[in-house]
C-alpha cells in the first residue's frame, strides 16, 4: 500500500469558492455525486434518489453552543475564550487567544458582567487548552453573552442568521463548538420525503471541538496527534444498527463526525466516551456504507478521512471536478456522496 505523506492532500483552492454565507435555503445546496463511475452533478433535493428503502442515515444530533466568550485581564489586556468543553459544576476548558497569558488564579473580566477565574492547563500541563471556573451556569453564560464560534475561514462577524443556519434542525445536546455541517443541508420536507420512502434514521452524538480545524504539521501522518472528542451512542442506535446488517441494507453517514463516531464504537464496543481516532487510507472501516460530506480544508485530516473511505485518487479526482465547476467550499458550502471502496 502506499505510504502517504501531508503533501498527497493538498490542493490550490480559489478563495472566492470559500463559502462565506449559507444557501438561501437549507437543501439549496449543490450535491456532487461520487458514487459511480465518475462525478455527477445535482442538486441537494436528488439526495433520495440515490438512496433506497431500509437503508439507515445516522445524523450527529450535537447542539453548537455560543462558545466564543470576549473579556479582558486584570491589566486591561483584550482576550478571548472559546470554550471547548463543561465540566463538572462552574467548570470549563477554553482555547485562549491573548497576547500574554495570565498566571494561574487570575481572575477575568469577561463581556456580560461575569468572570472567568483561570485554575491552571488541562488535561495536562503542557497542553493547549486551559481550565476556568465561572461566576454562573457555563451554558447560561454562553447563551446569554456568547457568540456563535464560526469556524476561521469564515471572515465576517456572527449574526442572527449565522446562529440560525450555523445549527442543524435536529440539534438537541448542547456542547458542540463546530456545526456537523453536512447536516446543516437538512430541512423538514427533506426529512419527511426520506421517511415517506422507508429510509430510516438514527442518531449519534459527538460534541464538534476546535480541533476539527487543528492543521496536521508533520509530513509523516504518524506523528500527528489527534484531537479528542465526546461521543455517545443510543441504545435505540444500537439496535437500529444491528438492524440494518441483518435486513442487508446500507448504513450512511451524516457527515464525517458520526463517521468518528460510528467507527469509533464499532472499534472499542464502548457506546459512549471521548474518541481520538485519526482515520487515514488504509483503515477498515465497520459502520460506514456512503457518506455525506461537505469539502474539506487542503492537507486536513478530514481529507484523509474521505480520501480513506472512498479512494484516494477518486477523492482528489472529485474535488479537481469541484473546483472546476466551482462548487462552494467548507462549511457552509455544498454536498458531495462518497460511497466506501471494497478494500476499505
Known amino acids: 500500500m502506499r505510504n502517504f505523506t501531508l503533501g498527497d492532500f493538498d490542493f490550490a483552492l480559489p478563495p472566492d469558492l470559500i463559502a462565506q454565507h449559507p444557501a438561501a435555503e437549507r437543501a439549496g445546496s449543490r450535491l456532487l455525486d461520487g458514487t459511480g463511475a465518475g462525478p455527477v452533478d445535482r442538486q441537494f433535493r436528488d439526495l433520495p434518489a440515490l438512496l433506497r428503502a431500509g437503508d439507515l442515515m445516522v445524523f450527529n444530533d450535537t447542539q453548537v453552543v455560543k462558545a466564543r466568550l470576549f473579556g479582558e485581564k486584570p491589566t486591561g489586556g483584550k482576550l478571548e475564550l472559546l470554550i471547548e468543553r463543561v465540566l463538572q459544576d462552574r467548570d470549563v476548558v477554553a482555547h485562549m487567544k491573548v497576547s500574554k497569558k495570565p498566571p494561574v488564579g487570575t481572575t477575568l473580566q469577561m463581556v456580560g458582567g461575569f468572570s472567568a477565574t483561570l485554575t491552571g492547563r488541562w488535561p495536562q500541563e503542557d497542553g493547549p ?65 426520506l421517511d415517506a420512502m422507508g429510509v430510516q434514521r438514527a442518531t449519534v452524538t459527538l460534541h464538534v471541538g476546535a480541533g476539527t480545524f487543528q492543521p496536521v504539521k508533520t509530513e509523516n501522518l504518524a506523528e500527528h496527534r489527534m484531537h479528542s472528542e465526546r461521543y455517545a451512542v443510543p441504545q435505540a442506535t444500537q439496535r437500529a444498527l444491528a438492524e440494518v446488517r441483518e435486513r442487508d441494507g446500507r448504513i450512511v453517514a451524516v457527515g464525517t463526525t458520526t463517521v468518528r463516531t460510528l467507527e469509533s464504537y464499532a472499534l472499542s464496543g464502548e457506546a459512549e466516551g471521548d474518541t481520538s481516532i485519526f482515520i487515514t487510507p488504509g483503515f477498515r472501516f465497520r459502520s460506514t456504507d456512503l457518506l455525506l460530506t461537505n469539502f474539506h480544508l487542503p492537507k486536513s485530516t478530514l481529507m484523509m478521512m474521505v480520501s480513506a473511505l472512498a479512494g484516494y485518487d477518486r477523492v482528489m479526482a472529485l474535488y479537481r471536478h469541484a473546483i472546476a465547476q466551482r462548487y462552494r467550499f467548507f462549511s457552509y458550502g455544498d454536498a458531495m456522496l462518497l460511497a466506501r471502496t471494497p478494500d476499505a
Open 129 to 193: 487548552l486551559f481550565r476556568f471556573t465561572l461566576s454562573d451556569d457555563p451554558y447560561a453564560l454562553m447563551e446569554r453573552h456568547g457568540h456563535v464560534p464560526l469556524p476561521p475561514y469564515i471572515t465576517h462577524a456572527d449574526s442572527a442568521e449565522d446562529e440560525r443556519r450555523y445549527q442543524t434542525v435536529f440539534a438537541k445536546n448542547p456542547g458542540a463548538v463546530a456545526a456537523p455541517t453536512a447536516a446543516l443541508h437538512f430541512d423538514q420536507p427533506m426529512l419527511q420525503a
